[in-house]
């Protein structure tokens, strides 16, 4: 049993994973009580394989003071590299870090660890009946937890979303349509696996690359690592579309069965993924599910992350805009608690409702790409294969450079200050930017000069 606070903003975060674990560092910067609730007993489990960690991402855990923590974790890759020389795109790399060393780096660092429950399962969430009544939300070992927000972090099949939606059905059955319940669907399934150090493999493997290699229906994202572990994971098509209800997930025993239908298949140069197989001590699967829900808050519940959209692994942004939505999230709550007097449930919803569209804009664009180049690199369709083949090295640029327009313009925490690097490489942007202008000035007044000399008046 806990005895909360009475005055105060006091907010509950249900799942413990990386979106939870960077709220939770926002909330303490911003020094706003909060408790987290993981129902796992490990919090660090080394489930899973390698996580994109892009500069809008790496950002706002530098802000929080994480990025640090992580550099025993990271792998930098060249990427950017073709257009950025130093790899480094507004002071941070895109690196490739395990999921278990992503939590590891949030977990110890966070200030007061006590505020972690693990082995918490949440079971049910009811508001109180009383006038600008608290949430309350009770777990499985009969504790019960109360505070003005509840926020949902607690993945796909989370319990947050699920009792959101049944407040909602409470108060007007059919809020929820049936089409937002289905929004969530499964083409692929991700077979994600950790090699023990394995130099014969990692000599021909550079660390600081990302090997793709495409097949039909399939692919793998291959990362090397500097303790000669390799980490894997392989996109597979599925026979067919699944509803976020119908699909079960792989016995270990179906994932070595499938396994057995790509031993043969080029990793790169010699190495064939049987060498990857024979030795990987890890392996887990996961279906990759796709989808963006319009309904995030309800009644004072914020859910975030993955428990309201899904992306495939491709293109590395889903974990990145997971923190940014935590990002957008600190800061509403940030501008709730420095008011005078604390807000009223009213007040709460409405301010939660708004923090929550800039991400859905910005998703509803990354939504689309990330289900297109998920299908081009596992060349579902001829033209599939032909824009792979011709036109991506074509246009590596222009995608570069939208992307990089994307990292400029993401989430930050605007209650703290911007790391001195990402500050540093803003000047050095802006005075790249001005050089440029000044170059094609000049340029242009020696063509004139040119023009007038050739052909005078």
Known sequence: MEDPKTSGLRVIIIGGAITGLTLAHCLDKAD???????????????????????????????????YDHLKKWRNDTDVMKPILPDGFCLGYPMTMVRRAGVLDALYTSLKDQSKIKLGAKVVSINRSLAPDGRLRVDTEDGQHYTGDVVVG??????????????????????????????????????????????????DSLNPTEMYVPSYPKANWFVQAHVDNTVTWCLNLRLDKTYLLREFHRWSPEQVSEKMKDFLEYDIWGSIKFRHLWERTTTV?????????????????????????????????????????SAAALANTLHQLSVRERKPSNAEIQAALAESVEGVQR??????????????????????????????CPMTWRILFSVTFNEFRTAETLSYLPLPHRAIRAAERLGNAQRRKKMMIGLGALIGLGVCYYCFPL
């Open 284 to 324: 887990s699967a996961a279906p990759l599910y796709e989808g963006l829900m319009t309904t995030w808050t309800f009644g004072g519940i914020a859910c975030i992350g993955d428990s309201v959209f899904k992306l495939t692994t491709v293109t590395g942004k889903g974990a990145n805009i997971s923190i940014e």
């Open 32 to 66: 706003i009580d909060y408790v987290v609730l993981e129902k796992h007993q490990d919090i660090r489990a080394n489930i899973g394989g390698s996580i994109g960690l892009q500069p809008n991402g790496l950002r706002i855990l530098d802000q929080v003071g994480v």
């Open 153 to 202: 972090a607690d993945g796909v099949h989370g319990i947050a979303r699920a009792q959101m939606w049944r407040m909602m059905d409470q108060k007007k059955p059919g809020m929820i349509t049936d089409q937002e319940r289905e929004s969530m669907t499964v083409d692929y399934i991700g077979i994600f696996g950790i090699t023990e150090p394995i130099e014969s493999i990692t």
């Open 362 to 391: 910005k998703l509803r664009t990354v939504s689309a790409v990330s289900y297109r180049a998920t299908r081009v690199c596992t060349l579902e369709s001829v033209q599939e294969w032909f824009f792979f083949r011709y036109l």
